[in-house]
């Protein structure tokens, strides 16, 4: 697995850089060779921040966790992680109809519960074009967290959302 490290407003040293390197080895086993990680440190005020993203044939796998010290936080944030390689590896098992092959778990006690939950609801709606300033009002009328609109620039689909910081993110989608 390649890893690269990315610093924002945080210096990693190099036993950091062992340490996490040797954990995510642990991890191999899900993934082989192909796969990428990029761990992000960032501190703000006197809270530290991990972020690991791996990315393996096209599948996203992303983790973040707080706390004191980044040291502690790589025993938080591998867990999490390996929680969604197990659920994802038992979907894609099961909807192949074949045993799942147990390979151990690194970080978990056991096995997480697999259970997805159902659509309740659908709505659909006309996609009329506006621009972006409109869908950003449309949020705050509406008070949703996020906002699917036509844009009337680009003439494609977007999502608007808001951050926990309170600023919004844009996503365009292709096709």
């Known amino acids: ?23 995510l080895a642990k991890l191999d086993k899900y993934f082989g060779e192909d796969a ?3 761990v992000v440190c960032s501190k703000q005020n006197k ?4 972020e690991l993203n791996i990315t393996n044939k096209g599948v996203l796998y992303r983790a973040e966790v707080s706390g004191d010290n980044n040291y502690d936080n790589i025993d938080l944030v591998l867990p999490k992680l390996e929680k969604q390689v197990v659920r994802n590896r038992e979907k894609l098992t099961k909807s ?3 045993a799942p092959k147990s390979l151990g778990f690194e970080f978990l006690e056991e096995e ?3 259970k997805l939950p159902e659509i309740y609801r659908t709505k659909s709606f006309e996609l009329n074009p506006i621009m972006v300033e409109e869908a950003k009002d ?3 009328r509406l008070g949703h967290t996020f906002y699917i609109f036509l844009n009337a620039e680009t003439g494609r689909v977007n999502v608007l959302y808001k951050r926990n910081d309170n600023k919004y993110g844009l996503i365009e989608v292709t096709f």
């Open 1 to 23: 697995m390649k890893v690269t490290f990315v610093e924002k407003k945080y210096k990693i040293g190099n036993r950091f850089k062992d340490v996490m390197t040797e954990k």
């Open 112 to 114: 997480p519960e697999l």
């Open 96 to 98: 192949k109809r074949t």
């Open 47 to 50: 809270v530290e921040k991990l």
């Open 138 to 140: 449309a949020i705050e």
């Open 36 to 38: 990428t990680a990029r």
